[in-house]
């Protein structure tokens, strides 16, 4: 079992900065796809990026289209925490933002951004951009 814990969410003006983090802890033995989901208030949850941990395609990363060049997935091995910086942010960014783990052989592939492929989720942490 994996526990995610998600923090760093907060307001924030257009053009600003935040960092999210995600705290991971439990069995993370193998090769798991780490993400960042978003959903904003009548949407769907959507990918923004993830990353790949353990032994299979290590740190090779996924981001979505509306967020390239503007945030970065990073891991930090020893401290068991995946991030998320958050450059130029703008108000459509505004949603809550969940960590997910998916415990899976060869990385995360082409199905990363497929939010009911994930089995672990945290509880989400705040966006607004105003």
């Known amino acids: 079992h994996v526990q995610l814990v998600e923090s760093g969410g907060g307001s924030v003006q257009a053009g600003g900065s935040l960092r999210l983090s995600c705290e991971v802890s439990?069995?993370?033995?193998?090769?798991?796809?780490m993400g960042w989901f978003r959903q904003a208030p009548a949407k769907e949850r959507e990918g923004v990026a993830t990353?790949?941990?353990?032994?299979?395609?290590?740190?090779?990363?996924y981001y979505a289209d509306s967020v390239k060049g503007r945030f970065t997935i990073s891991q930090d091995n020893a401290k068991n925490t995946v991030y998320l910086q958050m450059n130029s942010l703008k108000p459509e960014d505004t949603a809550m933002y969940y960590c997910?783990?998916?415990?899976?052989?060869?990385?995360?592939?082409?199905?990363?951004?497929?939010?009911?492929?994930?089995?672990?989720w945290g509880q989400g942490t705040q966006v607004t951009v105003s």
């Open positions: 997910a783990a998916d415990p899976r052989d060869g990385g995360c592939g082409g199905t990363w951004s497929i939010w009911s492929k994930y089995h672990y």
């Open positions: 439990g069995n993370t033995y193998g090769t798991y796809c």
């Open positions: 990353i790949s941990t353990g032994t299979s395609d290590p740190g090779r990363t």
